[in-house]
């Protein structure tokens, strides 16, 4: 791991604007931006960076739709915070799947 770099963040903010074609359904498309969201975190973590995702009271807040010209019916769905890790991860304790696999047969 490389030097340890203080102060440098960076959060994303990621947002929904649903469609009104005809076809789509609203709940799918919050179920493709969350899964967006943890591929940016996975990704976030194989280039040895440290993120969180969050929510929670102040990304509701209707401040956030002004801050981020929201129309009504977009929702705000992260915040994404990323940076340098304060510590190296520990190291990991799995066990090999073939251990946690059970198949069924006919």
């Known amino acids: 791991m490389g030097p340890r770099r203080s102060g440098r963040r960076l959060v994303i ?18 179920a493709a931006a969350h899964a967006a969201v943890q591929n940016m975190l996975l990704m976030t973590h194989a280039l040895g960076l440290a993120g969180i ?25 992260a915040l994404l915070y990323i940076g340098f890790p304060a510590q190296a991860a520990p190291e990991g304790k799995r066990r090999p799947v073939e251990e946690k696999t059970v198949w069924f047969t006919d």
């Open 13 to 30: 903010a990621v947002a929904v604007s649903p469609s009104e074609a005809k076809g789509v359904i609203r709940i799918e498309e919050f």
């Open 53 to 77: 995702w969050r929510s929670g009271e102040p990304m509701y807040h209707p401040r956030m739709k002004e801050a981020f010209a929201l129309t009504e019916k977009e929702e705000m769905v």
